[in-house]
């Protein structure tokens, strides 16, 4: 019989000297440098981050090749892309940080994390920070290739396509450590990363957009947790959506982050699953 480990808030501050952010910083570059090496070696994370978003954009393509987009404001190259960069934070990040997180915990690297000074906000960012870095790398050169390459304008609201990306970091990183609470090994992560993947997948616009859909469906589409961060990421870089529809779209990404974040509060375990 394992014991649980208290959650995130109930540990005691108190045995810790104040945080400082010169200290926090150097903490958490040191744990990042520490995972980067460590995904730099799993070649299977390094080929499905880098290879098989390129591959789904390409899917992506193909699907919209077979859908008529007339009236809903936006091109096949426009769609694919901003497509591509949800496919980005859903593979590269979400994906790909509950494997990291479900591995630290069963080969005991988090709970001897827990020992020292480091705070456990500090292990969680820090372990999702190549990840994070990596999936940034990807948007940008999609963006810059859209402006390049497929005769895309440059960004219309640079603020919103930057609070976009920014929330869809924070949101795939909060559920990937509640992901990681109901997956025991990570050969299981394959699993259970799979209704996301497919909810995101077909739901939240990536491969097709909303627009598409009937009011009804789309407005129950609206409330997934990936749709509100492709709503401001295309705004931003493509313009057309709505004030209300953005409004819509932040509180959206915000509530499931909140979710995230509380769950991983309550339930996240520092232990292995056995």
Known sequence: MTTTTPPVHDRAAATRPAANAPAVARRLAALGRAELILLVRNRTAIVVALLV?????????????????????????????????????????????????????????????????????????????????????????????????????????????????LLGFLLMSALAAATAVVTRTVQTSQLTTLPLYFVSLFGSGLFVPLEVFPDRLASVFELLPMTGVMTLVRHGWLGGVESGDLVTAGVTALAWTAFGVFAVQRWFRWDPRG
């Not at 899917?59 to 809903?72: F, K």
């Not at 994906?95 to 001897?112: D, F, G």
């Open 53 to 165: 978003p390129l591959v789904m954009i390409f899917a992506i393509r193909s699907s919209l090749e077979q859908i008529d987009l007339g009236g809903t404001g936006l091109t096949i190259a426009g769609a694919t892309l901003t497509g591509g960069i949800g496919m980005v934070l859903v593979q590269v990040v979400y994906m790909n940080l509950v494997s990291a997180y479900v591995a630290r915990r069963e080969e005991l690297v988090l709970k001897r994390l827990r020992t020292g000074e480091i705070s456990d906000r500090e292990i969680l960012t820090g372990t999702a920070l190549p990840s994070v870095a990596l999936a940034l790398a990807q948007c940008v050169l999609l963006v810059v290739a859209g402006a390049l390459a497929f005769d895309l304008s440059a960004p219309h609201r640079p603020d919103l396509l930057v609070a976009g990306l």
